[in-house]
T-cell receptor, first 113, second 114 residues
Framework: DAKTTQPPSMDCAEGRAANLPCNHSTISGNEYVYWYRQIHSQGPQYIIHGLKNNETNEMASLIITEDRKSSTLILPHATLRDTAVYYCIVRERRGTGANNLFFGTGTRLTVIP | SQTIHQWPATLVQPVGSPLSLECTVEGTSNPNLYWYRQAAGRGLQLLFYSVGIGQISSEVPQNLSASRPQDRQFILSSKKLLLSDSGFYLC?????????????FGNGTRLTVT
């Protein structure tokens, strides 16, 4: 199982881009990288995922390095509501059609007014 | 669109009492279903997952059990709660048999065993 490493905390000024790094140096060729976030007392919210190419959706962009050993989640214009714990996860396949996502301790992002 | 419901949102139960947490999914068929637990200040731990009615896989030996009586219903139970069962319980679903399908979580049940 690939492990991920994230900084425990980061600050970002409101309106600026938040760049959250993640290392996953032991990732295997068929493992996807997922990003979730969790606001206090709520369930994790799916943000984005990718395999090799950079991905973008209405919430964020995911930049994966060519060797796939690290990635960066970019929130282009951070708002106060983006304050949360962000998890970088590598999927593990469990059984037929079932997945397991190993959630570590994540990065606590604080958006500052 | 798909939605997932968990209830209750909070629960306080005495040691030794039974537990039943329910999760239902709407807007999709034959989903994979999952129960996770999050201890305070820690990551999520997978407890059970299910790929179909009556099919339950247990990840961690413990005081809990899970059942899937209907396609979109997942129940977490205990006959006798322990203090160590306190935590934040999360139900999740994903599309069946898709290798990269993300999990979608409910809003969780915060259980306090006293």
């Amino acid at each position: 199982d690939a492990k991920t490493t994230q900084p425990p905390s980061m600050d970002c000024a409101e309106g600026r881009a938040a760049n959250l790094p993640c290392n996953h140096s032991t990732i295997s060729g068929n493992e996807y990288v997922y990003w979730y976030r969790q606001i206090h007392s709520q369930g994790p919210q799916y943000i984005i995922h990718g395999l090799k190419n950079n991905e973008t959706n209405e919430m964020a962009s995911l930049i994966i390095t060519e060797d796939r050993k690290s990635s960066t989640l970019i929130l282009p214009h951070a708002t106060l509501r983006d304050t949360a714990v962000y998890y970088c996860i590598v999927r593990e396949r469990r059984g037929t059609g079932a997945n397991n996502l190993f959630f570590g301790t994540g990065t606590r992002l604080t958006v500052i007014p | 669109s798909q939605t997932i419901h968990q209830w209750p949102a909070t629960l306080v139960q005495p040691v030794g009492s039974p537990l039943s947490l329910e999760c239902t999914v709407e807007g999709t068929s034959n989903p994979n279903l999952y129960w996770y637990r999050q201890a305070a200040g820690r990551g999520l731990q997978l407890l059970f997952y299910s790929v179909g009615i009556g099919q339950i896989s247990s990840e961690v030996p413990q005081n809990l059990s899970a059942s899937r009586p209907q396609d979109r219903q997942f129940i977490l139970s205990s006959k006798k709660l322990l203090l160590s069962d306190s935590g934040f319980y999360l139900c999740a679903w994903s599309v069946w048999d898709t290798t990269n399908s993300p999990l979608h979580f409910g809003n969780g049940t915060r259980l306090t065993v006293t």
